[in-house]
């Protein structure tokens, strides 16, 4: 069964319903001539008796309640309905008798129930109800004829040639109506049919699309001619923190000015355009969107349609693969220029100890070369540092109870003159062991205090939090000025420092170290006041395990 097609279910309920609006139409029309006929029986205008009538339209409200009762009790309506359609063809030939036969004002009834019986049944049908009226009104007539019905209709006072008329008339008006009236209830049907499939059909279409939208990740919105919004789907409210209700006929320059000034722009489609929006919790969001013309089947414009992506995340991974292959190169480069320097530098602080050992130097040539040799190993030592940034050896993992490194690092940090003033405070989540390599955190950790001392100029707090859980997470903060926000983008690349002596290699080793591990990096504004540096570190990310 195609997904348009009714079921036997949906046209068992529409043949249900027109079976009950013919027996509310049938005991009306009956309650009609009962009322007409006893207003002209009061008025003496008949010349027939009444009572028997009423007998009649009596049974055929007895008949029209039991039909009513049986009616939801019975699964099929086809049996019922020619019951029905019988007992109308039965009632009209009693009405038919009862009030002349041949002079009966009553015999245009056999064409309302042929009507009813086409709308009801079937074509084939509908001809069996035409054939069955003209053979009950031709058998009353015939009985009247030949006077076989003398105690209800009294002596036959109508000429002979009124009885062929009146029977070629009638059987010629049966079923020219059951024809007319069959093929206008089959187009009926067919048209009906074809409605339930078109509104099944759209039904189907709505819910799918009330589900496509309520599961696509892109936010979508309607934004109608005169700039209101008017359709925002979950993945919209979700995305911008606002409700459909919120936002419904608000206007969209109030929501987004620059997808509102694009679209008012009259540009055209935008395939690709990016706008800023500043979530409810005052985080700004970089949207990515898209828009296209909205118009009905006759052309008119009925707004905008704009599908848009939350990318801030996208934004900040690309930022950060870009400053990771800005790095790596900067890491080759130096890697090579160090080992370049270095041989040299070997020669040269070599050649200069030997100098320092001939006995004629005066004390002026004596210190000038002791100061070359402080310079080269300072050189050396900077060298050092730069090829750990460059070339970090691979981490080396072991079980690393956190709680025992903070506490070796709170001691010597206490016995170092640089945090005297300081008031260094550690965190730990117990039970608290990760897979790492001690000596890289050690240096990483080392270096992240011994920067915060110098923001700090050696007053105020440190705080060292370590929580291990599915990764190790270090988070390290000070109540020092922090990091002005042009200079957060470069503070991990080498050679890059606010300080007047900084060598800016520390926090790049820092880096380093952390992505040699897998891990990822990033710094904030601390609640302390000062700067917020964020480490996570899986804890199975290469390396050896012991």
Not at 115 to 132: E, P, V
Not at 224 to 245: H, K
């Amino acid at each position: 069964m195609s997904a348009g097609e009714p079921t036997d279910k949906q046209l068992t309920r529409s043949e249900h319903r027109s079976l009950v609006w013919y027996l509310v139409c049938r005991t009306a029309v009956i309650t009609l001539v009962l009322g007409g006929a006893a207003f002209f029986y009061f008025h003496g205008n008949l010349a027939y008796s009444v009572t028997p009538l009423f007998f009649l339209v009596g049974a055929s409200y007895a008949q029209a309640l039991i039909t009513a009762f049986l009616l939801p009790r019975i699964r099929t309506d086809a049996f019922i309905t020619q019951v029905q359609i019988v007992w109308d063809l039965l009632f009209v030939s009693a009405l038919i008798l009862l009030t002349g036969v041949v002079e009966s004002l009553f015999s245009f009834f056999y064409l309302l129930v042929i009507i009813s019986a086409s709308f009801l049944l079937s074509r084939r049908l509908t001809i069996l109800a035409a054939a069955c009226s003209a053979i009950m009104f031709g058998g009353i007539l015939l009985l009247q004829f030949y006077d076989l019905l003398g105690p209800l209709t009294g002596e036959k006072n109508v000429a002979d040639a009124v009885y062929l008329n009146s029977l070629f008339v009638h059987l010629v008006a049966f079923f020219l109506t059951a024809i007319l009236s069959g093929t206008l209830a089959e187009r009926w049907r067919r048209s009906e049919e074809r409605y339930q499939r078109k509104n099944i059909d759209y039904i189907e279409l709505e819910e799918i699309s009330k589900t496509i939208l309520s599961h696509i990740s892109s936010g979508v919105m309607l934004i109608n001619p005169q700039g209101r919004i008017r359709s925002f789907n979950q993945a919209a409210s979700e995305i911008t923190g606002l409700s459909l209700q919120r936002v419904y006929d608000y206007p969209a320059a109030d929501f987004v000015p620059e997808i509102s000034n694009s679209i008012a722009s009259g540009k055209g489609p935008a395939f690709r355009a990016e706008a800023n929006y500043i979530h409810p919790s005052g985080e700004t969001l970089s949207l990515g969107y898209t828009t296209a013309a909205v118009r009905n089947k006759r052309g008119e414009d009925l707004g905008t349609l704009v599908t848009f992506q939350d990318l801030t995340q996208f934004k900040k991974i690309e930022t950060q693969l870009k400053r990771a292959d800005r790095l790596a190169a900067i890491g080759r480069l130096s890697a090579g220029l160090a080992h370049e320097i270095r041989n040299p530098l070997a020669s040269i602080s070599g050649s200069v100890q030997l100098l320092c050992e001939n006995n004629q130097l005066n004390d002026e040539d004596q210190r000038l070369l002791d100061i070359t040799v402080k310079e080269t190993e300072r050189l050396n030592h900077l060298l050092t540092e730069f090829l750990l940034y460059a070339r970090p050896p691979k981490p080396f993992r072991t079980a690393l109870d956190m709680s025992i490194l903070l506490d070796e690092l709170h001691q010597l940090l206490l016995r170092d003159q640089r945090f005297a003033d300081i008031n260094i405070q550690t965190e730990v989540a117990y039970p608290c062991v990760a897979f790492l390599d001690r000596g890289q955190i050690w240096q990483v950790l080392w270096d992240l205090a011994i920067n915060a001392a110098e923001a700090m100029a050696g007053q105020g707090r440190l705080l060292i939090t370590v929580r291990a859980e599915n990764n190790c997470l270090l988070i390290v903060e000070d109540t020092g000025p922090g990091i002005a926000e042009e200079h957060r983008e470069r503070i991990f690349e080498p050679f890059f420092s606010t300080k007047e002596r900084g060598t800016g290699l520390g926090l790049s080793t820092v880096y380093s170290i952390v992505e040699a591990h897998g891990g990822t990096i990033r710094a904030e504004q601390s609640a302390l006041g000062g700067e917020k540096f964020i480490m996570s570190l899986p804890q199975a990310a290469g390396g050896e395990h012991e």
